[in-house]
């Protein structure tokens, strides 16, 4: 089984920048396409960015595009979300997810591998 964890999630202030981390056991990664979702408190769980195998195509979503970067090293079995801006909308449990196929999917009911998830605090 694949097991992703990620880390980096904190308390920041509006217009601070911060990257979250995803760790895959293994070598997991050369072959996954990986995403980043958020799910916010009493919010449905919502698709952020997503990343190719080889890290050279991206997609990010709407609400985020602008501030945030997804980039990946594969050598390092990581996947990285690059926050920029912050605001407190922002906040959220931040999942990284994997999914063994080709494509820049934002269903996350096509993801086969989850993240426990690391919390994100922006405040005003």
């Known amino acids: 089984q694949v097991q992703l964890v990620e880390s980096g999630g904190r308390l920041v202030q509006a217009g601070d920048s911060l990257r979250l981390s995803c760790a895959a056991s293994?070598?997991?990664?050369?072959?996954?396409?990986m995403g980043w979702f958020r799910q916010a408190p009493g919010k449905e769980r919502e698709f952020v960015a997503v990343?190719?195998?080889?890290?050279?195509?991206?997609y990010i979503a709407d609400s985020v595009k602008g501030r945030f970067t997804v980039s990946r090293d594969n050598a390092k079995n990581t996947v990285y979300l690059q926050m920029n801006s912050l605001k407190p909308e922002d906040t959220a449990v931040y999942f990284c997810?994997?999914?063994?196929?080709?494509?820049?999917?934002?269903?996350?009911?096509?993801?086969?591998?989850w993240g426990q998830g690391t919390q994100v605090t922006v405040s005003s």
């Open positions: 997810a994997g999914r063994q196929g080709s494509g820049l999917i934002q269903a996350g009911e096509s993801y086969d591998y």
């Open positions: 293994g070598r997991t990664l050369s072959t996954t396409t």
């Open positions: 990343i190719s195998w080889r890290g050279s195509s991206t």
